[in-house]
């Protein structure tokens, strides 16, 4: 196989004190400085475009926007929806309603293989934290969350459609952290997946084409995986 890419993570007072201890001051201030966030640099920032660009997919599919529980549960009785399970290397947020641990076929098959690709690598769980919604879910989500893409027109969330996996970003180590955006870096650049970094649940949203599945089975002969094809094309590794 032959891929090429041009493109190429207190202070404490005594009780009759009058002045804080400074060597207390002082250590609490290296605390802090210690505990402050990680520094926010996504590869891929969520854009008013990139959700225009699920939303076209998604009309190139001609896949309905779930409205109800009663068409999720239709097309889940189709196999137009199928069940993600929790593996070796899968795990699911247990808040995650069970009706709703339900995607498009290719999906899971994305879900699949990129878990574990990194339970390979790291020995460790990737976290499944959303997949298939409904436009009553998402409008109720929006409530809570304005952040929330909408649950109608043209930038509305791709989960109504079933192709769109939310996966954990929080506690990933900067080595994980580039290890799945190469890996999605990579199918990316094939037009597979259109992914972002949401910064308010720190989770990787990523929607994944129907083309996912052909791609795959011309993969099937290869052991490599996409990460690695992706930081060889980018000229560099895991630091």
């Excluded at 436009?135 to 109504?160: C, I, Y």
């Excluded at 089975?217 to 060889?232: K, R, W």
Aim: glycine share 4%.
């Amino acid at each position: 196989m032959v891929l090429a890419l041009t493109m190429a993570q207190s202070s404490a007072f005594a009780l009759h004190s009058v002045e804080p201890n400074r060597a207390t001051t002082a250590r609490s201030h290296r605390s802090k400085k210690h505990v402050r966030r990680v520094k926010w640099a996504p590869m891929f920032k969520p854009s008013h475009d990139s959700l225009l660009r699920q939303n076209q997919e998604i009309d190139r599919l001609g896949l309905p926007r779930i409205e109800d529980d009663d068409e999720l549960e239709a097309l889940k009785a189709s196999s137009a929806l199928v069940p993600i399970h929790e593996s070796e290397s899968l795990k699911i947020e247990k808040q995650l309603d069970p009706t709703r641990r339900f995607c498009r076929p290719w999906t899971r098959d994305f879900v699949e293989d990129l878990s574990q690709s990194y339970y390979q690598r790291f020995h460790a769980q990737i976290q499944l934290n959303s997949a298939v919604r409904t436009v009553k879910v998402q409008k109720k989500l929006r409530r809570h969350n304005r952040n929330a893409a909408p649950a109608e027109g043209e930038t509305a969330s791709s989960h109504l459609a079933g192709i769109t996996v939310d996966l954990q970003r929080r506690g990933m180590t900067k080595q994980q952290i580039h290890f799945v955006e190469s890996y999605l870096f990579y199918l990316r650049e094939l037009g597979l997946v259109e992914p972002e970094e949401e910064r308010r649940h720190w989770c990787f949203h990523v929607m994944v084409s129907d083309r996912y599945g052909d791609w795959r089975q011309s993969q099937t002969m290869f052991s490599i995986h996409p990460a690695e094809l992706s930081e060889t094309a980018m000229g560099g590794g895991t630091n």
